[in-house]
C-alpha cells in the first residue's frame, strides 16, 4: 500500500477519534472516549507504517521537508497524548489534541504542501538528520499537550481539578524539555559543526529554538527553585509553546537561514 493511501485512511482514522472524543466531552458517556482512543491508536499505528513506508520509497528520513515534517509532528503529537492519557486518564483533552493534528494533517495534505521526495543536498545526508529533527520534534510534541493542558487549567474552576492539570501541565514539560534540549540544541549543534564547521552561527532557526528552550528553562526553574505553580506556570508553558511554533512555522516561512524547509 502506498504511503499517500496510508496518510488518507490515518487522516480519517484521526477525524473518526476526535468526532467521538467531542462526543465525550458534550456525553460525558466513557464508551465515546474509549472509542475516541482506540481510533486514535488505530490512527497512529496506520501512520507509523506511513511513515515508514516513506523513508523506505524516498531512502532518507521522514521529516526533510515540511509536509513530512507536518506528517511526523502530527504523528508525534498523537503519541505524546496516548502516552499522557494511557499514565493520568485525560480524555477531556482529547478533542482538543486531535483537532489540532488534524490541522496538521491537513495543512500537510493541502497543494501548498510539495509531497515529491527529492534527493538530498549533501548537509542533509547525515545520521544527525534522524537524531536532531526527530528528538525535537518528539519534544514539542510533549509541549503540546502541556499548552493544552495548561489551558484547561486556566479554564477549571474546582481546585481539585486545577491540582490535577497543573500536574500533567509540569510532567508534559519535564518529559519535552529534556527530549527538546537533547534534540534542538545539543544534537543541533554536533550536526551544524559537522555540516558548516560552526557549533552556532545565529541562524534564525537557533536562535528562536534558544528562546523556546529559554522560556521552558524558566518554567521549570521558578516551579523547582521558587516554588511556582497554578497560573504562572500555566502562563509561561503557554508562551513557549506559541514560541515553539514560531520556530517551527514562522522561521521557516517569514525569516531566510540556513535551516528553511524548500
Known sequence: MSESTLFVITFILYILSAFYYLGFLFSKKPNSAKTGSALAVAGLI??????IVRTVESGHAPFTNMYESL????????LAFVIIDRKF???KIGPYIMLIVIGLVALASSPLMPKEATPLVPALQS??????????????????VA?????????????DKKEKWDSVSYRCVAVGFPLFTLGGLVFGMVWAYKAWGTYWSWDPKEVWSLITWIVFALYLHTRIVMGWKGKRSAVIAIIGFLAALFTYFGVNYLLAGLHSYA
Open 147 to 159: 499548552f493544552i493542558t495548561s489551558i484547561m487549567y486556566l479554564a477549571a474552576r474546582e481546585a
Open 71 to 78: 506528517s511526523f509532528l502530527s504523528w508525534a503529537s498523537v
Open 127 to 144: 545520521y544527525w538528520l534522524w537524531l536532531h529533527v526527530s528528538v525535537t520534534l518528539l519534544g514539542e510534541a510533549f509541549f503540546a
Open 89 to 91: 486518564k485525560i480524555p
Open 46 to 51: 496506520i501512520h507509523t507504517a506511513a511513515l
